[in-house]
């Protein structure tokens, strides 16, 4: 597996992120993330996006981070905040998603990110489940979803 910056506007990039729109809708019915996301939310130092390719090339999974600070939709100072985490259907099951987590991580500590911080949704069993056992804790809602009943915050102290 071959993990690569490439910026959100790639086509690798977008056309991962159409996929994860589609699977977000088929779960929630409600068109996809919503959030604004721009590609220079994820221009180094201040965000990074990454791709695995496996060994054909092909883009297989995708995340990355954005700077927050305060901003009175819940974010803390030093906060990066986890997007777009996904892998291809044929490629869940094998740690990809551990992998670009942790890759993330190193970035946004490199970055002087002091936490990471993500929201996902009651319909993604399997990404609590991921984040929870990386470490990650229940925190105060944050950003576009943070009023919805569906939406669950969790927070990981990035250290030094």
């Known amino acids: 597996m071959n993990i690569r910056r490439v910026p959100f506007d790639h086509p690798d990039a977008v056309k ?25 939310d994820f221009l180094p130092p ?7 390719y496996d060994e054909t090339d092909r883009p297989v999974a995708t995340g990355g ?6 901003n009175g939709e819940g974010n803390e100072d030093g906060d990066a905040e986890l997007k777009r985490m996904f892998v291809i259907r044929e490629m869940r ?3 990809l998603a551990r992998r670009i987590l942790s890759a993330l991580e190193d970035d946004a500590r ?13 319909e993604q069993p399997e990404a609590i489940a991921l984040y929870t056992s990386s470490g990650y804790t229940p925190c105060g809602k944050f ?3 943070r009023a919805y009943d569906s939406s669950r915050c969790f927070a990981k102290p990035l250290g030094s």
């Open 16 to 40: 991962l992120n159409d996929e994860v729109q589609a699977e977000y809708h088929d779960r929630y019915g409600d068109g996809g993330d919503a959030t604004v996301l721009e590609p220079s």
């Open 46 to 52: 201040r965000g990074v996006y990454l791709i695995a």
């Open 65 to 70: 981070w954005r700077s927050q600070d305060e």
């Open 93 to 95: 099951g094998l740690g």
């Open 110 to 122: 490199a970055a002087g990110r002091v936490r990471m911080v993500l929201e996902t949704g009651t």
């Open 143 to 145: 950003g576009y979803y």
